[in-house]
């Protein structure tokens, strides 16, 4: 069997178990499933762009793309009346105030020799700055939490078209992996992921506690939809036409308006899924790909020959973090909403590495099916899982404590899966279900 048979058959197989789900349970699932799969698959590209090209182990997966989705909010959501009269000009200028901070520290340590004298200088910029910030930043803050609290208590946005704000969420996510970049990646491997995950639990943090910015745990709902090619569900069905064509294809309107809003979100994720797949399969097989790959194998020899190491991992480290940062923000665009809480390193950090490890590290085409087969099982394990313990325990009676133990431990089946099928995969195929060339 050819490697394109062997693929082909791969992705017929996932294909397969969705429309399974669509005639078993309901094509609402089903369409859900392809449309997380989608996202995935975009996060599993930028993963393996920076570990299957660079062996870079970045574990702040969450982090970026917790930042595509702030930036939807910042991008889309309608502006807070009053907001920045109130209080919103002081933080922009306390945040610049703090980045002066900043910059003043770092050139007084670098133009200033070494002693006492540069010491007491940086102590005394960064305590004169940090009461300056705050005193700017503080009142600015309570002033624009304090309009609407229920229902704004932040800044807001531009009120732009939420198509924009996908390439946005990816610039901020690049912005972000470029100043972390520039401090971390000097690092070694395992401090690398240690750092990484420690800034992604920042990010998280401060969107859990700044409300100003995207109203915190009191999360930001109604972001608008990508209209014309995604509409509302109310709208489609006060169309005569949509309900004649609902009614001839033999569905009922409210189920059918749900599934042709789902379509588009699946159309739209295509779209975005192609073109990144089409230019990393360009990345990869460029004088640039191969010198990526020359880097990641040994560092040592390349640098050898001239490769500026960092630089180029910065690159990619910059490239893959802005990939990761375009699929949060498609998943709060299909979400409808920004809740900081749900980002967890389980379901944004150790899960999209399973994607990648399971599909094939080094490998596009591998990452994707992996996205696929990975969030299939994460979504149907459970709901299986329950099926399986109600058909192993049908013999015991009803009142049978371990019964009722058996049943309520299926919930911890979704992990036990994982983690089974990423032991199998590493001992029979190593390399992954689409294996590096």
């Known amino acids: 069997m050819t490697d394109s048979v062997k693929n082909s058959l791969l992705f017929a197989v996932v294909g397969g178990l969705i429309l399974l789900t669509g005639f078993t349970q309901s094509w609402n699932a089903a369409i859900l499933i392809l449309n997380m799969g989608l996202i995935s698959a975009i996060m599993a590209l930028g993963v393996n762009l920076q570990w299957g090209f660079a062996g870079l182990f970045n574990v702040g997966v969450m982090g970026f793309v917790a930042l595509g989705g702030l930036a939807v909010v910042l991008v889309s959501t309608p502006m807070t009346p009053g907001a920045w009269s109130a209080g919103g000009y002081g933080i922009v200028l306390a945040l610049l105030l703090g980045a ?48 609407e609290p229920a229902v704004a208590g932040n800044l807001g946005g531009l009120n732009l078209p939420v198509l924009l704000a996908w390439p946005a969420g ?87 308006s749900t599934l042709a809003v789902k379509l588009g979100y699946s159309l739209l994720f295509l779209i975005v899924l192609l073109v990144l797949l089409w230019m990393a399969q360009k990345a990869l097989h460029s004088p640039w790909g191969r010198m990526m790959r020359a880097i990641r194998d040994n560092e040592v020899a390349a640098e050898a020959m001239g490769k500026d190491v960092t630089r180029r991992h910065l690159q990619i480290f910059v490239l893959g973090s802005a990939i990761c940062g375009i699929a949060g923000a498609m998943m709060t665009t299909l979400d409808g909403q920004l809740t900081p809480s749900a980002y967890q390193p389980l379901r944004f950090t150790f899960l999209v590495w399973v994607m990648v490890i399971v599909g094939g590290s080094g490998n596009n085409l591998g990452a994707v099916l992996g996205a696929f087969l990975i969030w299939f099982l994460w979504v149907q394990v459970e709901p299986i899982g329950l099926w399986l313990m109600s058909l192993i325990t049908s013999g015991l009676p009803d009142g049978s404590a371990l019964k009722a133990h058996l049943i309520e431990s299926a919930a911890h089946m979704r992990l036990l899966t994982m983690g089974l099928i990423l032991l199998i995969v590493l001992r029979f195929s190593p390399r992954g279900l689409i294996p590096e060339k």
Not at 105 to 132: C, D, E, H, N, Y
Request: hydrophobic share 55%; glycine share 8%.
């Open 100 to 147: 002066a901070t900043v910059v003043a520290t770092v050139m007084v340590a670098q133009k200033m020799p070494k002693g006492r004298v540069r010491t007491l200088s940086i102590i005394a910029i960064l305590i004169a700055g940090f009461f300056i910030y705050r005193a700017v930043f503080d009142p600015s803050v309570a002033a624009v939490e304090a309009i």
């Open 170 to 256: 990816g610039l901020l996510a690049a912005g972000a992996a470029w100043l972390i970049g520039k401090t971390a990646l000097g690092l070694r491997s395992d401090y690398l992921a240690i750092a990484t995950l420690g800034i992604a639990e920042i990010i998280i943090a401060i969107l859990k506690n700044e409300d100003w910015l995207a109203r915190g745990v009191k999360n930001v709902y109604g972001i608008p939809r990508p209209a014309p090619v995604v509409g509302y569900e109310v709208d489609l069905q006060n169309d005569p036409g949509f309900v004649a064509r609902a009614d001839w294809l033999g569905l009922d309107p409210v189920i059918a």
